[in-house]
Structures are given as structure tokens and as C-alpha cells.
């Protein structure tokens, strides 16, 4: 593009960023806004100390999230939720939003690709400031020369490459839709992993950006009960039958881990969770509306369940098992844990008498205590004899390269066991934790 005619060049830029119409979000991005009273001011004559705030506000808000003008603006195009990206996510026909999207993408490019020369060069003419000081103002945009290279070959790295690279944005235009079809729009493009959460009367999900990492690599013991949950998530994945799964056991044996580690591995076939707090069950049916449509397979994750009584996340939670009026879609399913088999704690009270207050009350019992059942798939975790929690500290002695007599570590790992938390996986990474951090200490003071 040519940016020797600086003249005009930034009341262009304004025009462009005034005409966006699908990607008009980005207008309510910190950096954009910051650059568009930038490109504003030049269009008059700012004085110094106005060009030089909002010059060095956008160059702190790039270097706060690591990034220049034209990464910014690629990101957030990447990421946008828009009618275009919805349509290509969800399968839909695009093509009468074609012309809107060209038209974006070229106004989009010519901010993105603006020299800070440029912008140094009308701020010398307008605000007459000394040059050696604009020379040291800081960059705002690569060179053609100093393209980052991506941290990984993954589809939004690839994407970012090809706009970062490519003469023309509208030529991307093709793999701009496809990366919003394989990959997602919005945050479903961004994020593997959400949480459900609430603010006053209306629920959000909330991209989670540091999940935890836990990849089924790093779990020993409990291999069948493990391959269980492992084949029905590859047979929703690939669009086969699957079912609800409860994972039930005692407390510390993987269950949550197990679901964790789902999504480290399959996200990239366009696998997602969402771990809904049992308080927000209730709000099934707006989650699913969010879901339904869209590409990507999701796991809907509900961590330690259990139900008081009859309450209203009892029996939301019960229609979306059993299909309401309102059905699960095919691309979600729910996996939940519990440290209980039935879900429901059952009290004396609730045993039928000829006192009480309900007629029917045994029916309501078994109502609540048939829950699991609504399950397809139920597996249980047991807590680990001595054996297989001692293989399991083997096991992972081995991963971190901790070389010491079996005997030795497998009597200090029963120790801790009985000091601590009994014996169970979460109990043996804990003892690993410590006995690393031991050894690492003894190690450096007798250095």
C-alpha cells in the first residue's frame, strides 16, 4: 500500500474505520479506539503533548499484550464473533455477506499496515516536534522484515502468518471461512475450556485461559476405567452415538482429572468443556441454546455432584439427561463426578412411614435415588489397595527422574499416606511433590 502521501492518508484511515460493518467489534477494542483518536488528531493539528499521550497510550496497550498494531487488529479478526464467523461456524451459507467482509478486510488491512514513519512523518509537520525526539518513539507495526515466526503450526498461527504475509487480506478470504468452519467463532476459536458463570439475572461463559494442563499421559492406575470414558468421547467426536457419563468413586482417584485431560487431547478435533457449577443448573437450557449449531463437540462438566433434595437443579439437571421439550444437541454431552453412587444424599427422614407427611413419599425416594441411572455410561474409581498405590508412586518417580532404592521411596510413600490423606492418585502426586522437593534440598546442602 502507499503511505508517502500522508496528507490524507489518515482521514482515509477514519473513513475506514467508520465503514467497518461485520467486523464492526473491533471498534470497541482499547487499542483501536486509542488508534482512532490517533489518526483523529492528525487529521487536524494536535498539539504535542496530545500526539505524544495517545501515541504512547497505543504502544503500551500493543506491549501489553505482547503484540503490534497489525497482530492486534489480526487477533481480534481472528477472534471476532461476528455474523460472518457465526455463519461459517455453523455451517450456514456466507456468500451474501461476501462483499461486506472484502470491504472490512481491506479497510482493516490499511490500518493494520500503517509505518510508524508515517505517523512520525505528519506529527513532524503538524506539531513541528524535534525529530530526534519521534525517532525515539517506539515501533508500532512490523516490516516486512521482522514477520514473528509462529509458536506453533496450529490453525491460528498458520492464519496470522497469511495475513501478516499476504499483499492482499481479501485473498485470505477463503481460508478466513474455513478457519472459522473447523476451528470455531469467538471464544470457541479462542479458548478449549470455559466456566459458566453469572452475573445478576443472566449467565456468561467465560473463557478459561490457563487450564489445567493435565493430559491422560500423566495419570497412572484406573487404565479401564479410563478407557471407557476414552472410547464413548472418540465415539462422540467422530458424530457416532454416545452417552452421559458418570464418574463415580472415592474422593482423589482421577475422576476429574480423567474429564480434564479430555480436552488437552482432543482439542484439536474440535473437542470443548464447560464445567457448569451445580448452582447454575438451572441454566441448561440457555447453555444448550449457546452450543446448539455450532461445529465444535462439547463436554458439559458438572465436578462433585450431589442434590440436597428435589431442588430445581435437580430437575433441571434430569430433563436435559432425559430429552425435556427442549433437547440436548447432538454436539454436547454431559459428564459429571460424584463421591456419591445415588447423587442424592437420603436421610432417615426421607425413609417411608406411615407418619409422614407425603403419601407417596417412597416414589419420591426412588425418584431422586434413580439419577445415576439417567446416565448411559457409569464407571466407577475405587480407592487403590497398597499395591496399585505403590505402582502408581513408581510410576511417577519414573516420570520425574527421582533415582532412589524402591524400598526407600515406597516406605516414606506409606508414611505420608497414613499422615496424610490416605492412600489414593492425588494422595501419591502430593507425597511425589514433596519427596522431590526433599531430595532437591538435601541434595544442595550437602553441596
Given at each position: 500500500m502507499d503511505f508517502n502521501n500522508t496528507g490524507d492518508i489518515f482521514y482515509r484511515m477514519r473513513l475506514a474505520l467508520s465503514s467497518l460493518s461485520i467486523y464492526r467489534n473491533l471498534l470497541d477494542d482499547n487499542a483501536i479506539k486509542t488508534f482512532t483518536a490517533l489518526a483523529e488528531s492528525l487529521c487536524s493539528r494536535p498539539d504535542p503533548i496530545t500526539f505524544l499521550n495517545l501515541y504512547n497510550e497505543l504502544f503500551f496497550s500493543l506491549a501489553s499484550s505482547n503484540t503490534t498494531l497489525a497482530g492486534r487488529v489480526i487477533d481480534l479478526i481472528i477472534y471476532d464473533d461476528n455474523p460472518f464467523s457465526r455463519r461459517c461456524a455453523t455451517g450456514q451459507d456466507w456468500k451474501a455477506l461476501e462483499g461486506a467482509v472484502r470491504n472490512d478486510l481491506r479497510a482493516?488491512?490499511?490500518?493494520?499496515?500503517?509505518?510508524?514513519?508515517?505517523?512520525?512523518?505528519?506529527?513532524?509537520?503538524l506539531c513541528k516536534l524535534d525529530k530526534a525526539l519521534l525517532d525515539e518513539l517506539p515501533e508500532l507495526t512490523y516490516s516486512n522484515n521482522n514477520l514473528p515466526e509462529g509458536t506453533t503450526s496450529g490453525p491460528q498461527e498458520k492464519l496470522k502468518q497469511a495475513l501478516l504475509s499476504g499483499s492482499s487480506w481479501e485473498e485470505c478470504l477463503d481460508e478466513l471461512a474455513r478457519f472459522y468452519r473447523e476451528v470455531g467463532a469467538g471464544i470457541f476459536a479462542h479458548y478449549r475450556a470455559f466456566i459458566w458463570e453469572r452475573r445478576g439475572e443472566s449467565g456468561r461463559l467465560k473463557g478459561i485461559a490457563f487450564p489445567d494442563p493435565v493430559r491422560l499421559s500423566d495419570l497412572y492406575g484406573y487404565e479401564e476405567e479410563r478407557a471407557q470414558v476414552l472410547e464413548n468421547t472418540l465415539q462422540f467426536l467422530k458424530g457416532y452415538p454416545a452417552n452421559n457419563v458418570l464418574l463415580y468413586g472415592d474422593r482423589g482417584t482421577g475422576k476429574s482429572s480423567t474429564v480434564k485431560a479430555l480436552v488437552n487431547e482432543y482439542h484439536s478435533q474440535g473437542?470443548?468443556?464447560?464445567?457448569?457449577?451445580?448452582?447454575?443448573?438451572?441454566?441448561?437450557?440457555?447453555?444448550?441454546?449457546?452450543?446448539?449449531?455450532?461445529?465444535?463437540?462439547?463436554?458439559?462438566?458438572?465436578?462433585?455432584?450431589?442434590?440436597?433434595?428435589?431442588?430445581?437443579?435437580?430437575?433441571?439437571?434430569?430433563?436435559?439427561?432425559?430429552g425435556g421439550l427442549e433437547s440436548r444437541p447432538d454436539n454436547a454431552l454431559i459428564y459429571a463426578t460424584s463421591n456419591r453412587r445415588h447423587l442424592v444424599k437420603e436421610e432417615f427422614s426421607d425413609r417411608p412411614d406411615l407418619e409422614g407427611e407425603e403419601i407417596r413419599k417412597n416414589d419420591t425416594v426412588q425418584e431422586k435415588l434413580s439419577l445415576a441411572d439417567r446416565f448411559g455410561i457409569t464407571v466407577i474409581f475405587t480407592a487403590p489397595d497398597q499395591e496399585k498405590y505403590l505402582k502408581i508412586i513408581s510410576a511417577l518417580a519414573q516420570q520425574r527422574g527421582i533415582l532412589v532404592p524402591q524400598d526407600l521411596l515406597h516406605r516414606e510413600a506409606l508414611r505420608w499416606a497414613e499422615r496424610h490423606n490416605g492412600r489414593s492418585p492425588r494422595t501419591a502426586h502430593q507425597f511425589i511433590d514433596w519427596f522431590e522437593g526433599h531430595l532437591a534440598l538435601q541434595k544442595q546442602a550437602s553441596s
Open positions: 482493516l488491512q490499511l490500518v493494520a499496515q500503517v509505518p510508524s514513519s508515517a505517523i512520525k512523518e505528519r506529527a513532524a509537520a473437542l470443548r468443556i464447560i464445567e457448569v457449577p451445580k448452582e447454575y443448573l438451572g441454566d441448561f437450557p440457555e447453555i444448550i441454546r449457546i452450543l446448539r449449531g455450532r461445529r465444535q463437540k462439547f463436554i458439559i462438566f458438572v465436578d462433585d455432584l450431589t442434590f440436597a433434595d428435589s431442588t430445581e437443579n435437580y430437575t433441571a439437571l434430569k430433563a436435559v439427561l432425559e
